[in-house]
């Protein structure tokens, strides 16, 4: 039985294994982190099953939070990509090659999500219906709208600083303190960088441990770290590509 903290997988897997007949619905959905299920596979008769939506963490029987057992979630994937490994599946029907090699797929694009940490808080809070895209990202730093009031000075004179430093790389000049300048901002931002992240952290504990309302209040803090750090390192990114040009 799930404790207190712990929540409901949700999928759309069938309801049937195709092969067994067994009941799906009720195994793949509540599992509890130890059960160490997968959606993958029948629960019953272990064969394969057909690509379904359902999310990351129930792909590796997880129930979906921001502190993961990174070693388990490791483990899980190992396992998994044995169980898929082509050669299991050589005198399987066509059906459960082609599933296969979805499967795997599916998985190591799961993997990749959540072993990292910010494309794992960015997944889980968009099944939670946040707002994250392209559209949302605040990718133009020049926007005065979009910069942190707190960095704004600072913005302002880089941007600056990263047009005088084209300017001399075009005309070959070297100006060895503009230079120096840019790497102190560098720095700067990359500290700043850090900090959030650590921020972020305070408020995954919020998120797997609180209530709706502590969810809803740790949901909007972790979308403004976010917007933060995305300008941040965006901020690191054209510093960096400058000073290598």
């Known amino acids: 039985m799930l404790n207190a903290q712990e929540s409901t997988i949700t999928t759309t897997a069938p309801a049937v294994c195709w092969a067994c007949l067994a009941q799906l619905e009720s195994v793949l959905i509540a599992q509890s982190v130890s059960s160490k299920g997968s959606a993958l596979f029948c629960p019953h008769c272990g064969k394969i099953q057909p690509?379904?939506?359902?999310?990351?963490?129930?792909?590796?029987?997880?129930?979906?939070?921001?502190?993961?057992d990174l070693g388990m979630l490791e483990r899980q994937f190992h396992k998994l990509s044995r169980k898929l490994h082509p050669d299991r599946f050589a005198r399987?029907?066509?059906?459960?090659?082609?599933?296969?090699?979805?499967?795997?797929?599916?998985?190591?694009?799961?993997?990749?999500?959540?072993?990292?940490?910010?494309?794992?808080?960015?997944?889980l809070l968009k099944?939670?219906?946040?707002e994250i895209g392209e559209e949302f990202a605040g990718k133009d730093r020049k926007d005065p709208s979009r910069v942190p009031a707190d960095l704004l000075e600072e913005v302002f004179e880089l941007n600056?600083?990263?047009?005088?430093?084209?300017?001399?790389?075009?005309?070959?000049?070297?100006?060895?303190?503009?230079?120096?300048d840019l790497q102190q901002a560098e720095k700067k931002f990359l500290?700043?960088?850090?900090?959030?992240?650590?921020?972020?952290?305070?408020?995954?504990?919020?998120?797997?441990?609180?209530d709706a309302q502590t969810r809803e209040t740790a949901q909007k803090t972790m979308m403004a770290l976010l917007d933060r750090r995305r300008y941040l390192s965006n901020l690191v990114r054209d510093v960096t590509e400058t000073l290598g040009a």
């Open 51 to 68: 690509p379904a939506g359902g999310n990351y963490f129930s792909i590796f029987g997880l129930v979906p939070r921001l502190n993961l």
């Open 92 to 123: 399987a029907s066509e059906n459960e090659k082609e599933w296969s090699l979805a499967q795997s797929s599916l998985l190591n694009d799961a993997y990749r999500t959540l072993k990292d940490p910010l494309t794992r808080t960015y997944y």
């Open 127 to 130: 099944l939670h219906g946040a």
């Open 160 to 180: 600056m600083q990263l047009e005088e430093m084209r300017m001399n790389r075009k005309m070959g000049e070297v100006d060895e303190q503009l230079q120096s």
């Open 191 to 210: 500290a700043l960088q850090d900090e959030v992240d650590e921020q972020l952290h305070t408020e995954w504990t919020k998120w797997d441990e609180g």
